[in-house]
């Protein structure tokens, strides 16, 4: 299985829809980091262009994987030693390539219906099955630009629940996706 994730704080929206860069949340580096490691992909990727958001998460790494992190919990450091920081969604397909020989498929996630490029997460499923690695884009803040949307191969179908809230932690909706991929 070629399961790549990508969390993406550039190009992002704001709550009024501006093009923003959105700032790291450790929360969400360990807990996807976590989730990564659990259903077996190949690496977790945080994409920023912020240098000092850089810092913040090579800190984060280099504490659970080299400090005294890593000797406390050996199981985050499993988890940790997947993140791989990049500047931008072509670098995450680059380094995607370099690894599989492979073009990734990329599939952006997106909470609102009705995107073009839809797909469902039985047809994910077929495609994580097939022969191309699949990277899977998480968007930060009020989710991923429409760059981004148009720039992925597919825009995968949002998480639905029982009522008509809508509005999950970026890390409760990857642990979601990952499993309903996955384990589904």
């Given at each position: 299985?070629?399961?790549?994730?990508?969390?993406?704080?550039?190009?992002?929206?704001?709550?009024?829809?501006?093009?923003?860069?959105s700032?790291?949340?450790?929360?969400?580096?360990?807990?996807?980091?976590?989730?990564a490691?659990?259903?077996?992909?190949?690496?977790?990727?945080?994409v920023?262009?912020?240098?000092?958001?850089?810092?913040?998460?090579e800190?984060?790494?280099?504490?659970?994987?080299?400090?005294?992190?890593?000797?406390?919990?050996?199981?985050?450091?499993e988890?940790?030693?997947?993140?791989?920081?990049?500047?931008?969604?072509?670098?995450?397909?680059?380094?995607?390539?370099?690894?599989?020989r492979?073009?990734?498929?990329?599939?952006?996630?997106d909470a609102?219906?009705?995107?073009?490029?839809?797909?469902?997460?039985?047809?994910?499923?077929?495609?994580?099955?097939?022969?191309?690695?699949?990277?899977i884009c998480?968007?930060?803040?009020?989710?991923?630009?429409?760059?981004?949307?148009?720039?992925?191969?597919y825009?995968?179908?949002?998480?639905?629940?029982?009522?008509?809230?809508?509005?999950?932690?970026?890390?409760?909706?990857?642990?979601?996706?990952?499993d309903?991929?996955?384990?589904?």
């Amino acid at each position: 299985m070629g399961l790549y994730l990508a969390l993406v704080h550039f190009p992002v929206y704001n709550k009024k829809r501006e093009t923003i860069a959105s700032a790291i949340t450790t929360l969400n580096i360990h807990d996807i980091s976590r989730v990564a490691r659990t259903y077996g992909a190949k690496a977790f990727f945080v994409v920023t262009p912020l240098e000092d958001q850089k810092d913040l998460v090579e800190k984060i790494k280099r504490h659970w994987t080299q400090g005294f992190g890593a000797s406390y919990n050996a199981d985050r450091k499993e988890a940790l030693k997947l993140v791989r920081l990049v500047d931008s969604i072509r670098r995450v397909t680059e380094e995607i390539e370099d690894t599989e020989r492979k073009e990734p498929i990329l599939i952006a996630t997106d909470a609102s219906k009705g995107i073009g490029k839809g797909i469902s997460f039985e047809k994910a499923r077929e495609l994580l099955r097939g022969d191309k690695p699949i990277c899977i884009c998480f968007g930060t803040a009020w989710g991923l630009h429409s760059s981004v949307l148009e720039e992925s191969d597919y825009v995968l179908e949002p998480i639905c629940g029982p009522t008509e809230y809508n509005h999950l932690s970026v890390r409760s909706a990857a642990s979601i996706i990952v499993d309903r991929l996955v384990a589904g």
